[in-house]
């Protein structure tokens, strides 16, 4: 079955480089494509007709929200002011304050000013 999304796209977690980025850099807004497992969405209900056609989907998800739960833990360790998460994967418009940290998932078109 061929892939039905890019085959590079899944995320890495490089604490060599968050070292070096860390060590000139505070970080205060994250935006990425998914988001920690802890945000929303956090149903995989959706998921269950996309993992018919792809046995890994459902790996490859936990996969990648585990990444930005590594992430977030090593920004929030490094002391790093973070203060807004943007991130669009699901689709959908959902936003909540989070251990002082506003998580914006942005839906299909929607904009946001960052301040």
């Known amino acids: 079955m061929p892939n039905v ?15 070096s980025i860390n060590e000139k850099f505070a970080i205060d807004v994250v935006i990425t494509h998914t988001a920690p497992s802890f945000c929303e969405l956090t149903s995989h209900f959706a998921l269950e007709d996309w993992a018919m056609l792809d046995s890994r989907l459902m790996d490859d998800v936990k996969h990648e929200r585990k990444v930005m739960d590594d992430l977030y833990n090593y920004l929030y360790s490094k002391n790093h002011p973070i203060s807004y998460w943007y991130y669009g994967h699901f689709h959908e418009s959902w936003h909540a304050r989070i251990d002082d940290v506003m998580f914006h998932m942005l839906d299909i078109m929607e904009l946001i000013e960052i301040r």
């Open 5 to 19: 999304y890019w085959p590079n796209e899944q995320p890495v977690y490089d604490e060599k480089k968050l070292d």
